[in-house]
């Protein structure tokens, strides 16, 4: 019972340590493009839409700040025209301290782009409705099984044959 305690203790101790904050959000670059207009408005709106979404981050300064940058592409076509394209680089700027190595980097890929999202998805509807179309609300999106499905990608090309062969 007493180990018990001290276990506890411990691992009480080293979750103190354990620091990730936000600092800031910031919208570092934004963009709406609508090449078809205003011809596209006359049309029956049935747009095909694709999203696109990348995150990185990096090292901000030598204190444990940690920039992380969401990106989301979304365009719409109309009849294999462009109707419009919509690009957002929400960033932020996120404290992390005895945090490191693989939980770091799971740390920055999954919960920063999650508090970023959805100021990105406010943004993108924004400037949709402003170009002058209809809403456009984003689906939630699961950052934990992008982030997993990344790194079972990467281990599968690490364990492929480097020699040029298939089998």
């Keep these: 019972m007493a180990d018990e305690q001290l276990a506890a203790a411990g691992t009480e101790g080293e979750a103190a340590q354990q620091q990730f904050a936000m600092q800031r959000i910031y919208v570092k670059d934004a963009s709406f493009e609508s090449p078809a207009t205003p011809d596209i408005f006359r049309q029956n709106w049935q747009p095909n839409i694709n999203v696109d979404l990348n995150t990185k981050s990096q090292v901000a300064d030598d204190t444990g700040n940690h920039e ?32 490191e190595g693989e939980q770091l980097r799971q740390i920055l890929a999954t919960v920063a782009p999650n508090i970023l999202f959805p100021y ?25 099984a992008l982030y997993q499905q990344a790194m079972a990608q990467q281990q599968a090309q690490e364990a492929a044959p480097t020699d040029g062969s298939t089998h």
Excluded: C, W
């Design 68 to 99: 992380v940058t969401l990106t989301i592409t979304v365009t719409a076509k109309q009849d294999n025209k462009s109707a419009f394209l919509v690009e957002i680089q929400q960033a932020g700027i996120f404290f992390v301290a005895g945090i």
């Design 120 to 144: 990105a998805r406010e943004a993108v509807d924004n400037m949709v409705i402003k170009g002058g179309f209809p809403p456009l609300m984003l689906a939630p999106v699961n950052f934990d």
